[in-house]
């Protein structure tokens, strides 16, 4: 049985895979393939497997690239908004991502922007990297304390939870939330108060933070409208995938000062940032690193490799995410 992985990933996954006695090719460049270059090198081999990135398209073209042979794209993501389903269904090749395995460590980083964009922190590093420190001073940099503060969830997924979780329990936060359907269990570990409208959510929370997957009715689920809805001393964070805000929106109601700032971890188009967005001092930008521990990109690679495993044994991969 053969193998690719389209980018170099923790040796932990490449080894899991050998042991299986497969024979394993890895994409030897640590970048992203081009479209060409990832059909080229599917088509070079005949590969009962794929294992795939967030950055790699997959859709019929690149399906039809690797041969019907191919059982199964694991995606190295929870996310698979970069996966054409129905092609997968038509193909009868299987598709699986990475959930669980990151939840904390995405919730984690959803409050390190939280802290960062709140309390100034990027801000004042630059300003102590400038030479301007001069000593403590009662009104300098003054940020917004997230203890107590209403946190917004939109998306209760394991990612979403798990930010309401830390939020009530580590900060003492009033937790609302809005996602297609309610959850008791949630309710009851956090105090979470459901909102059918998104719309409530965006205007009662002092922090709005997103964690819907990409689907074509959470696309620019931020716009404009509803940024301007936001309270003018109130944040938003997203860490779950760019296209749900409206980028462009977003620089605009930052440049207007209509809301006090954002944390973000994914962009519209990535690589690219919305122009304005990066001389703004009031975001927090990272790239898209909210799963990237070392902790959780071993645990992803293992369960993307247990995908591929099971499926290659013709038994039931653990996550699947489309069934063929
Ligand atoms: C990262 O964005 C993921 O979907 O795992
Ligand atoms: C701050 O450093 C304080 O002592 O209040």
């Not at 997103?210 to 936001?230: C, Q, S």
């Not at 990066?278 to 645990?299: F, G, I, K, N």
């Amino acid at each position: 049985m053969k193998v690719y992985i389209t980018r170099i990933i923790p040796e932990k996954g490449i080894n899991l895979l050998k042991e299986q006695g497969f024979e394993v090719v890895v994409n030897p460049e640590d970048r992203i393939l081009s479209r060409a270059e990832l059909i080229a090198a599917l088509q070079a081999n005949r590969y009962d497997a794929v294992l795939c990135l967030l950055t790699d398209k997959i859709d019929a073209e690149v399906m039809d690239a690797v041969g019907p042979q191919c059982k199964i794209f694991a995606n190295y993501a929870v996310g698979f908004d970069n996966i054409d389903l129905a092609a997968a269904a038509a193909h009868t090749m299987l598709v699986s991502n990475t959930p669980g395995v990151l939840s904390n460590a995405v919730a984690e980083h959803t409050f390190a922007l939280m802290f960062a964009v709140a309390r100034r922190v990027v801000e004042s590093d630059h300003f102590i990297r400038a030479g301007t420190f001069e000593g403590w001073a009662p009104m300098m940099l003054l940020g917004n304390e997230v203890t107590g503060k209403t946190l917004g969830i939109v998306g209760l997924g394991a990612i979403g939870s798990r930010v309401g979780h830390i939020a009530a329990a580590g900060f003492g936060m009033k937790v609302i939330y809005h996602d297609v359907k309610r959850s008791e269990a949630f309710e009851t570990d956090c105090g979470g108060v459901y909102h059918e409208s998104v719309d409530d959510v965006f205007k009662e929370a002092d922090f709005v933070s997103l964690h819907v997957p990409l689907v074509p009715a959470t696309e620019h689920l931020a716009n404009d409208a509803r940024l301007r809805m936001m309270k003018k001393t109130a944040y938003l964070i997203n860490t779950a995938r760019g296209p749900v805000v409206d980028e462009v929106a977003l620089v605009k109601v930052l440049q207007e000062g209509v809301i006090a700032g954002a944390g973000l971890d994914v962009f519209e188009h990535e690589p690219q940032c919305a122009p304005g967005l990066t001389d703004l001092s009031t975001v927090v930008l990272t790239p898209h690193t909210a799963s990237a521990t070392v902790e959780t990109r071993d645990a992803m690679v293992e369960l993307a490799a247990k995908n591929i495993i099971e499926a290659l044994a013709g038994r039931m991969p653990p996550t699947l995410v489309a069934a063929k």
